[in-house]
């Protein structure tokens, strides 16, 4: 058998049940994993020392005490919370969040908590006030971000899945770059209360995970109604795995191509992998978009104005230092937030915003009536070599831009690795993009897509 860290998590529920291994085995294979690399790759803040304890408790329920890593902007009881910034370093909340609360009632146990850019400002993990992550595939290059600690634990094994939080790729990129898989749900299916907020109109928690059924599994955990979050659906919630290993024939993908420079390897290992859907049934056909590049100028403005909006209240009386703890990042995109928002600028730049932002989801809700299913690329490139984003204010948009559309516009979405380069070990990969509260079809595609391929790591082993 594998090492017990690198086993997926149905693979480990299944072991679990049968009694091949135990919870004390599993946490012993995963802590041992941690203490040989965690120091160089900077992906855990705080690890719950009480972890295989409370795991010996919750085994007789659904997720048996598997151990999970979680972004560190979700709150956890008794537990550090720090958002990777020192305005939070000695911050331990008095309650859960809604994710992790729900993680704990079905046997989940929280192993730790994971780097990530501070506030979720980033797309590199670069801009932690506690240091960089390093990706596991290839530790001169970055993770993404700003889920990069989460992203880069499933990479590394330091976790049996990892959740995370995702504004504009948050999810998808830093899983793309460490060539796992990402379930970006729909905006509302899972609550958001008690996750530092970033972009209030986007943030969406999901899990990043091994393979696509692990995500599907996780996200049934997840999903559904909170009163705590007056933005959640009251939408009835399916078995998200209820479609994996269902046929493709028949269903319609539009195939998001993107004739922007830059993008060309991208698209042309694209074009390679469309036959894997035609083999399987599906009908594929490209489809042109409104240019994403557009999408980078209202994200921009939008997410900088509620960022400005929500972390006014990080004024050093309930949460810990005062606000020139505040990192470089912060700064920026409170400084802009503010001035877009103000008398005289709000219309000419936030109200502007957000009605294009209509006009990208009209172009979506028009591109479904005539496909099922979008995919595109998730990222326009490899990850990007470390010290990358220095002096480059907007990296995170740019390499956000394929995301920022679906995300503006509050669809679901799932990565799955759909390339690895042999010379460097890093991988591409594939967004599939469906209407509102259609994961299960998002599930469907990508997990035959995965089935069908040999590009995830965890599979080919098994």
């Known amino acids: 058998m594998s090492k017990l860290n690198t086993l997926t998590l149905q693979q480990t529920l299944t072991g679990l049940k049968q009694k091949e291994f135990s919870l004390a085995e599993l946490y012993q294979a995963t802590l041992e994993a941690i203490d040989e690399k965690n120091k160089e790759l900077n992906i855990y803040l705080t690890l719950n020392n009480e972890a295989l304890k409370k795991a010996e408790k919750s085994s007789n329920l659904p997720l048996m005490g598997v151990p999970i890593a979680v972004k560190d902007n979700f709150c956890t009881q008794d537990l550090r919370t720090t958002a990777s910034s020192k305005i939070l370093n000695e911050f331990v909340p008095q309650f859960e ?5 729900k993680l704990l009632e079905a046997g989940g146990v929280i192993l730790g908590k994971t780097n990530l850019d501070a506030w979720a400002h980033g797309s590199s993990t670069e801009t932690s006030d506690y240091g960089r992550t390093l990706n596991p595939r290839n530790t001169d290059h970055l993770p993404g971000g700003s889920s990069g600690g989460s992203a880069a634990a499933v990479a590394a094994d330091f976790c049996t899945i990892a959740i995370g939080s995702e504004t504009a790729g948050s999810l998808r990129q830093p899983a793309a770059w460490c060539g796992a898989v990402a379930l970006k749900p729909t905006y509302g299916r899972v609550s958001r209360y008690g996750v530092a907020a970033m972009a209030s109109s986007t943030d969406s928690p999901g899990p990043i995970a091994k393979t696509v059924e692990d995500a599907a599994i996780m996200l049934n955990f997840l999903a559904g109604f909170d009163s705590n979050d007056a933005t959640t659906s009251s ?16 269903i319609k993908i539009g195939v998001l191509y993107q004739d922007i420079a ?12 469309l ?5 399987l049934g599906a009908i594929v056909g490209k489809t042109p978009a409104l240019n994403p590049r557009y999408a980078i100028s209202v994200y921009t403005v939008v997410q900088r104005g509620e960022v400005s909006s929500n972390l006014a209240r990080y ?17 920026r995109r409170q400084m802009l937030g503010t001035y877009t928002l103000s008398t005289g600028y709000a219309g000419k730049y936030y109200e502007l915003a957000q009605r294009i932002r209509t006009l990208f989801i009209e172009d979506l809700n028009h ?19 470390i010290g990358v984003t ?18 503006l516009a509050g669809l679901p979405g799932i990565n799955v690795p759909y390339y690895r380069d042999p010379e460097t070990n890093l991988f591409l990969g594939l967004n599939f993009i469906t209407p509102m509260w259609q994961e299960a079809l998002a599930v469907q595609v990508a997990d035959a897509f995965e089935k069908n391929t040999n590009w995830n790591t965890w599979r080919s082993k098994s």
């Open 97 to 101: 969040s809604t994710v992790t609360k």
């Open 235 to 250: 939408q009835p919630v399916p078995d998200f795995t209820a479609q994996l290993g269902k046929s493709l024939k028949g």
């Open 262 to 273: 830059g993008l060309e390897m991208v698209n042309e290992q694209l074009e390679k992998q």
């Open 275 to 279: 036959s894997v859907f035609k083999d």
């Open 315 to 331: 004024d050093g009386i309930r949460y810990g230092s005062n606000r020139s703890h505040f990192g470089a990042e912060a700064k």
């Open 367 to 385: 591109l479904f009536e005539k496909y099922d299913v979008l995919i595109a690329p998730t990222s326009p490139g490899f990850a990007k070599k």
């Open 390 to 407: 220095k002096r480059a204010a907007m990296f995170g948009e740019l390499e956000d831009m394929l995301l920022e559309p679906s995300s």
